[in-house]
């Protein structure tokens, strides 16, 4: 954090001082969850559906932090203003004014987003002092956080931006305004909340749409949708993918024994080979992604293909490859699900197994598709099928139900549990030494927790 009185801070959120000394400073991290508070911290009281933050002021004081930021006095030291969230806001706002020529990059899109975070967080920081923070903080709670992990010398800044209607973009890139805006994919992901395609990407088009004319907007020349964002922003537009057209392209992907790919990419500016640490082809894209925005920054085609190269898996549950007990990889790909990342996942799967494993599929349903969900988890069993898994194990609702039924009518031995406990009691029976398993879903469906108890880990 870049130490800042609460005399300070309250003037640029427009709040009052009660029960505070004005010069005490805030050094630490400014956060809404009060189990992450640490000494300077300043704690935000966000009044939730089932929990009210204020209801923790004492226990974030009492765990170190400064102040809290809230809606009215709690007899702690507090800047109280009329609503803390916009208020988190403006506080992300004011810090990073005090970092004059701080290059930030926002990236969004239906799948990849942490992925193409973490490595353009791994590149840049070759470049100079970096924040992209693990996980997937990116939401109009999570991104502020994120933003106060930025500490003075800082060069680059790396944020993940998600969408759940139209205009939360717009509204996050109004408080923090990219130099270069990634746009990945539209796809399904939340389509229950959008209602269709073109409202998903009618949102995640306001990313380009706040750039500067100097700045970048890097758009996947791959999907119809994204390149069409093109006519949506002043700014310089460089399109990536595995189209020929694409301003920075990869040409002769080739996948190794474990599905890590190696190609070679391509730019205006030179061309250099790059071999990923990463596992699954459906990665090369994200890759190509963090190299065209890294190149507002440098030319230099071959540093970031080096850097490409060095980088690894930073977030849990994405692509998480884990060596577990009994030489049985468990590919850890929790966190979320759609039918584009289960797709890709099952595709590396097969990659990792192949063809000498066993290969184990523990798939929850994926929630929040809307109309097309039965549709999609058809889709899904049809594909686990197709690549030959030879043991699927559907976890949750219905549909992660109707998924099992699909794949056992194509032929896969399946089984069909409500929840995580009843996985862990089957993977138990049916899990052998050096299988392959790959773990996915939709977050609450709680697969996170068992992939790390698979592969002997810390959850």
């Not at 590149?123 to 994120?146: C, D, H, I």
């Not at 010398?153 to 205009?167: C, K, P, S």
């Not at 699954?280 to 970031?304: Q, S």
């Not at 998480?320 to 996942?345: C, Q």
């Amino acid at each position: 954090m870049l130490p800042l009185t609460l005399a300070e801070i309250a003037a640029e959120v427009g709040g009052a001082l009660h029960d505070a000394n004005p010069q005490a400073r805030v050094t630490g991290l400014c956060t809404f969850d009060s189990r992450t508070v640490e000494p300077g911290s300043l704690f935000v009281a966000l009044a939730g559906a089932r929990v009210d933050g204020h209801d923790f002021a004492r226990q974030a004081i009492a765990a170190g932090a400064t102040v809290v930021l809230s809606a009215r006095p709690l007899g702690v030291p507090a800047i109280v203003v009329d609503d803390p969230l916009k208020a988190y806001g403006r506080l992300a706002t004011a810090i990073v004014s005090r970092l004059p020529g701080l290059g930030v990059v926002g990236v969004t899109g239906s799948v990849g987003k942490t992925t193409t975070k973490d490595l353009l967080g791994q590149v840049l920081a070759r470049l100079g002092p970096t924040t992209a923070p693990p996980g997937n903080r990116n939401s109009e709670s999570g991104m502020p956080e994120n933003v106060s992990r930025l500490v003075p010398g800082t060069e680059y800044l790396v944020l993940e931006m998600g969408a759940r209607h139209v205009g939360d973009i717009a509204y996050l890139t109004s408080l923090v305004r990219p130099d270069v805006g990634v746009v990945l994919t539209v796809g399904t992901a939340h389509l229950g909340e959008f209602g269709s395609r073109e409202n998903i990407a009618l949102a995640k088009g306001e990313m380009v749409e706040t750039l500067a004319a100097e700045g970048t907007a890097v758009l996947n020349a791959d999907d119809p949708l994204v390149a069409a964002m093109a006519n949506r922003t002043k700014a310089r537009v460089v399109t990536f993918g595995l189209s020929p057209e694409a301003t920075v392209r990869a040409e002769g992907v080739t996948l190794d024994a474990v599905g890590r790919a190696s190609f070679m990419l391509h730019s205006p500016h030179g061309s250099a080979p790059v071999s990923l640490r990463l596992h699954g082809a459906h990665l090369v894209p994200n890759a190509l992604a963090a190299a065209a925005a890294t190149m507002h920054f440098t030319t230099d085609v071959a540093f970031v293909a080096d850097a490409l190269s060095a980088a690894e898996a930073v977030s849990k549950g994405r692509m998480e490859v884990v060596e577990g007990r009994d030489g049985v990889t468990v590919i850890n790909d929790a966190y979320n699900a759609s039918l584009v990342s289960m797709v890709a996942a099952l595709n590396a799967l097969d990659g990792l197994a192949a063809g000498r494993r066993r290969k184990i599929a523990v798939l929850g349903q994926m929630n929040e598709l809307g109309d097309s969900s039965a549709a999609d988890h058809r889709v899904v069993g049809e594909k686990v099928a197709e690549v030959g898994v030879d043991w699927l194990l559907a976890v949750g609702n219905d549909d992660a139900g109707l998924l099992a039924e699909t794949a056992a009518r194509c032929g896969v031995a399946a089984l069909h549990v409500p929840d995580s406990a009843a996985a862990r009691a089957a993977l138990a029976e049916h899990v052998r030494a050096d299988d392959v398993v790959l773990l996915k879903g939709s977050n609450s469906v709680g697969l996170m927790a068992v992939a790390a108890e698979l592969a002997a880990t810390p959850a």
